[in-house]
Structures are given as C-alpha cells and as structure tokens.
C-alpha cells in the first residue's frame, strides 16, 4: 500500500495566505508537485466546491479540506501548521492545523478507512497536542502514521458505544435502565465529517451515561444498526448532509436532525436535545408515511430561512410538473405534426367516434394526429394541479399531495394557471403541515396523513380559492397572458432579453425554473392566431440551451484556460446543450460563478432577443434540437442558439484571461486562464502548468 503522507507533503509554521481558498490550492500545488495529482486546478476546485456546501473547520483549530477527485493520482495527506491561522469556519475561531484529505474518485476501501481514521484521530486532544508540539515534518509523518496504524475500535462501521449505566456515581448505582439512542451521521463526501461526528457523538453520550450506537453512512462499506438495536431506542439522532439511506427503518422513533458538522461542534447538546425528545410526546417524530422526513422538519434542523424553505418547496413542485408538460407538450407536437394545425379543433370527435377500422377524412395520420394530441392534452392538464401537488408535497409530505392537487385544480377550474397553482400548493402545503403539528391522541394519529389532513386541509385551501383567492388571480391571469400576446417589435426583444438572462442566471436553480415554468403554463393557449406563447417557449428553449454549449464550444477553443474535469464535463455538454439541459454547465458555474454566469446571461440576451425578433416558435416545451419537427422557423432558432453560444464562450475565455487575480489580490495577466495564478514571490506557473502558454 503506498504511503499517504510524506515530508514533502508537510508545512511547519507556513503562511500559506489569508483565504481557505489560498491555502487549499497552496496544499494542492504540493500534491501536484509529488505526482499524486494529475493538476492543480481540478484537484483544487473540486475542494472548494466540497468546502462550499460545509465548511470544514471545527472545534480546536482544525480544518480538514478533502474531497474525491478525478484529478487525484493515488490516495493522499497534506498537511499545514500556519503561521497565521486562518478561518475555516469553525465557531472557535481560525484553524492553525490543516489536513487536506485528498482521495481518487474510485479510492479502495482501505485507503478509504484509513483516511477516516486519520479524521476521527484529530478529535483527540492528545494528537493534536502532539501535532502542534512537532518539530519537524518526519515527526509529522511519524504521528499520523501511528494514528492510522492503530486498530480500530470495532470491525464494523456502526460505531458502539461502550454501555454506561445511567448513574455511577461515587460508588452509587440505580438499577434503572439507561437511555438508549442510535444515530446516523453521513456527509457529501464521506470520507472525514461522517466518521469524526460519530466519534463526538459517542464519546459525548458515554460521558453523559447513555447509550448510543451509531451507522456511519460514509464512503466505505456500510453496516446498517441491528433492527433490535433501533426497536429499543428511545430516540434518534440524524447529523446528515445528505438523506439517510433506509430511514423508514426509525418510523415513528423521536428524532432530532441537525447537519453533520453539528455533530463534531456540539455533540452533548445533541445528545441532550435526544433525551429531551425522547421524553417528549409531541416531538418531531420520523414519519410513518413515507421514508423523507417532512420538509419543514429538516428545514427547522438545517436552520434555514423561511425563504429557502420556499425555495425548496417551489423547486419540488416544478421538478415533478415537468415531467407531465415534456410529455404532454411533444405528443401535441406530433399531433400537429401528423395532423396538421386543425388537429386542435377535430380530435375531440376524431377520437370518440373513429377508430382504426373506422378512419376518418385524411385516413391514418389523421387518426394518430388526433390520439397523440389529446394524450398530450390529457397529460399537460396536469400542469397546474401537479405543480400545487408537489408544491404542497415538499411543505408537508405526503399528507399534502391530495390538498395541493385539488387546489390546483380549483386555479384550473377558475382559470388562475400557473399562479393560480404556485398560490394553492403554497396554501395547502402550509395548511397541511400546520395540521399535521396538532397533538393528538395516539390512536388518532394512525388515522391522521391518510384522512383527518387531506380531508380539512383541502376544504381550507380549495375553499380560500373559489371564495377569495381564485378570482383576482385569474383576472390578473388573463390581463398577463392579453399584454403578452400583444407584445411586439422592440416591446417583443425586451421580453426575449429578460428571458434569455433568467433561462442562464442559476441554470436549472429557481429564476431559470420561473421563467420555463411560465413558457410551459401558456404553451396550451398557442394557436395559429395567437403564437406569442410557442414564441415564449422557442425563446425559452433555445436560451437555456446557450450555457453548456458555450462552455462545450470554449473548452474545445482553448483547452489550457481548464480543469482536467472541466474538459471531459465540456465533451459531455455538447449533447447536454443539444437536448436543452441547462444543468450541463452547472460544473464551470460552480468552480468559476463570477466569470461563467455573467458570460451565459451575455449570451442568453442575444439567443432570447433575436428569438422573439424573428417570430421562431416552439410547440414543443422540451428536447432542443431533438424537437426540430416542432420549432417555427428552424433556421433563425439555430441561428439565435449559435449567437448566443459564440458569445458566451468569447466572453467566458476573455474574462479567465483577463479578469483573474493572484493569490495576493494583484491583477494579473497572461497566466494559465484557468483561474490558476502564478507562486507567490517567484512569478513561475506550479509543477504541474510549467510549459503551458497563456
């Protein structure tokens, strides 16, 4: 087995700069300067983006930056004493211990073990005394060798804690049986915080005389908790970033959850919280009705904002509405395909009252024509009621799916559409999980997600719609859709603007899923009279097709200016963008916001203005190019799309070369475009991008 760690991989009483960031692509220069990393660059973002979604400092003055990498050769440790410390996030204050954890993206299952032992050694206090008192890297390397030598405390990955009776105390001893708590700790990477929080949580439930066994979700193996072990619990601890793998297995335990870093930070107050909810008949319990904790409840754990509770909620409705509209959308489109556009005006009588042994005027494809377009009718008249109904599903579980359909219903019924639906999930979704917070007797509760919150929760959401809501919703409904469709020349290219720069802002993230979802919510009220909706659904299409095509179209430009990974994620966008998913350039977004979305909102405005400035229609809500037998003048819409592509990878290469900025904050110029900035102090490239131009 190779070694992890060596001197050369060691920094004693170093300034390695001022940001997480800095120090992170210092660790990573030294990686790549040992051949254990194919680049900097790709190793380095890959960090960040992990350091993103969870800080990695904790109590102490430790941080652990790590990830799994494409860019990473064989399994590795770097590691920093600085020289000033510098802020990983922590509630203590800076870090002056760094451990960057770097791992391959297949890394075997012992490098994987020893990696996460080597996390769970820097919540001892021993270890790390020993770290900061070292002189020399050989001494370094010797400590976290013998850190990851030693045996584990179990063969298995639940982590047990050793049994302690509830009261021993100076000799005195109740025979009363202790608490027993299990949990589940897991992180996005699965290599440090999942096994370090199981650690806290076990050495803090031991000193507070409890019993706790803990499954730690990580990346090796996992071994779930006995049945027996979770049936005897009296409540359960969930220290997640990500979902719990088989949670129906804790129904109806208490739970309390909270994010993996909690666990490392605060693991007696957890502890304490569990006891607390064990005790507690009307605490958050996991649901017996589905294997997702109710949406609000992790909200409340996570600690998020009223608005990303919103966010989350509106995203969950769009998400599962859009399969209905993709499908329902393409099959009217072949309906007018096959049957031309007074299909709309004949299916109904086609369907009912011919068959294929009784063909009507114009024989077979008018027949189909007229089966696909009122399938697709069928399926797009969902739309509305789909959207409330997972609106109200990611607000209330499943106990809101019933309540948010029928509301959206009513908004159909009433002629309210797609605002109408946002109203009536939101409405039912919050009406619902305020239900669900009644305390009730235990026998009732059996009876409450199948029938008391469905039943009451609808007739309070559908009736605030017919009685108040619905109406002034429709009315500004329809004078929207009438200012639209009226819409043209200069009025007409501004609306295609703005499209264009919502369709790339967040790609895929909540302004983009705005501006489709209300292309799709008029796209049944297109005709041969009235085409502004298919014009708002072609401008829709083509400019979210723009970002992973520009970044497919600059990677092959200029290789130099990016990541190993961001190469192969640009081979896979070329098809990505074809199909008119945004979400291919999410990977350049994340690593580069700054400079990546600016330049696909540049080229989303061109797509978009001259898309509505050329009439180009879509009835199709989905495909991209694959739906060419349903675009309106295919011509101008591929034109638009190449327009905008162009001008996003221009931009997007001019701005890495040019707005790009050493470590030190200095502008820089004519180094590796990538974001990669020159060594401090020596103006020469890293290792591993000597020899490449600018």
């Given at each position: 087995m190779t070694t992890l760690?060596?001197?050369?991989?060691?920094a004693l009483d170093a300034d390695l700069g001022a940001e997480p960031a800095t120090v992170i692509r210092r660790l990573a220069e030294r990686i790549a300067a040992t051949g254990r990393a194919s680049e900097v660059e790709g190793l380095s973002a890959d960090a960040l983006a992990r350091e993103q979604k969870t800080a990695t400092g904790i109590p102490g003055g430790i941080a652990i930056p790590h990830c799994r990498s494409a860019a990473v050769i064989e399994p590795t440790l770097a590691m920093?004493?600085?020289?000033?410390a510098v802020p990983f996030g922590a509630k203590d204050g800076p870090a002056d211990l760094i451990f960057f954890i770097a791992a391959p993206e297949g890394a075997d299952q012992e490098h994987l073990r020893l990696l996460s032992k080597l996390a769970r050694s820097l919540i001892k206090k021993e270890f790390t005394a020993a770290l900061r008192a070292a002189s020399s890297a050989v001494e370094i390397v010797a400590l976290v060798e013998g850190a990851i030598a030693d045996k584990p405390a179990t063969g298995s990955t639940a982590t047990k804690a050793t049994t302690a009776t509830a009261a021993t105390s100076a000799g005195t001893q109740t025979s009363a049986r202790p608490k027993r708590l299990v949990a589940v700790t897991a992180c996005p990477t699965g290599i440090a915080h999942t096994y370090m929080a199981a650690d806290s949580l076990?050495?803090?439930?031991?000193?507070?005389?409890?019993?706790l066994q803990v499954e730690t979700q990580g990346s090796g193996a996992v071994t779930p908790l006995d049945p027996a072990v979770i049936a005897a619990a009296d409540a359960v601890i969930f220290a997640v970033d990500v979902d719990v793998r088989g949670k129906e297995r804790f129904a109806g335990k208490p739970v309390i959850n909270a994010p993996v870093k909690r666990g490392i930070d605060e693991p007696a107050k957890m502890v304490q919280e569990a006891l607390a909810a064990a005790d507690n008949p009307n605490a958050h319990r996991v649901p017996h009705f589905g294997a997702e904790e109710q949406a609000e409840h992790d909200a409340e754990a996570s600690g998020e904002h009223l608005g990303q509770k919103l966010k989350k909620a509106l995203?969950?409705?769009?998400?599962?509405?859009?399969p209905f509209v993709a499908g329902g959308g393409l099959?009217?489109?072949?309906?007018?395909?096959?049957?031309?556009?007074?299909?709309?005006t004949i299916a109904d009588k086609v369907v009912l009252a011919k068959s294929l042994t009784n063909l009507p005027d114009g024989g077979l494809p008018i027949y189909l024509g007229a089966v696909a377009f009122k399938i697709g009718g069928l399926s797009l008249a969902f739309l509305v009621p789909a959207l409330a109904g997972y609106i109200a599903f990611g607000i209330a579980d499943r106990p809101g799916i019933a309540p948010g359909f029928t509301a959206g219903a009513v908004a159909g019924f009433m002629g309210a559409g797609f605002l109408g639906g946002l109203v009536g999930g939101l409405l039912a979704g919050f009406i619902a999980h305020w239900i669900g917070g009644?305390?009730?007797?235990?026998?009732l509760r059996g009876l409450m997600p199948v029938v008391i919150i469905p039943l009451l929760a609808s007739i309070v959401a559908s009736g605030l719609m017919f009685l108040v809501l619905g109406g002034p919703i429709a009315w500004f409904t329809t004078v929207l859709n009438h200012w639209l469709s009226g819409m043209t020349g200069a009025s007409a290219v501004v609306l295609g603007i703005i499209l264009g720069l919502m369709m790339c802002f967040d790609l895929g993230g909540p302004v983009n899923k705005v501006a489709y979802s209300f292309a799709v919510a008029g796209l049944g009220a297109g005709s041969v009279t009235n085409q502004a909706p298919w014009q708002i659904m072609a401008t829709v299409m083509a400019a979210g097709m723009v970002p992973p095509l520009a970044m497919a179209l600059a990677t092959a430009l200029d290789k130099s200016r990016f990541s190993l990974a961001e190469r192969e994620n640009g081979k896979a966008a070329w098809l990505l963008g074809a199909s008119f998913i945004s979400e291919g350039?999410?990977?350049f977004a994340a690593a580069d916001p700054l400079r990546?979305?600016?330049a696909s909102m540049l080229g989303g405005a061109v797509t978009g203005a001259l898309c509505m400035a050329t009439g180009v229609t879509s009835q199709a809500p989905h495909g991209g190019i694959f739906v060419f037998f349903a675009i309106g003048n295919l011509v101008m819409f591929i034109v638009s799309i190449l327009a905008g592509m162009v001008v996003t990878a221009l931009a997007v290469l001019a701005l890495k070369r040019w707005a790009v900025r050493r470590p030190d904050g200095t502008a820089a110029d004519g180094v590796k475009a990538d974001g990669a900035a020159t060594v401090a102090g020596t103006g020469t490239a890293p290792a591993d991008q000597q020899g490449v131009t600018a």
């Open positions: 760690i060596t001197p050369e991989l060691v920093a004493r600085l020289a000033p076990v050495a803090a439930a031991k000193e507070a005389g409890v019993e995203l969950t409705g769009v998400s599962y509405m859009i099959l009217i489109a072949l309906g007018f395909l096959l049957g031309g556009y007074t299909i709309s009644w305390p009730v007797p235990r026998w350039a999410i990977p990546v979305i600016p």
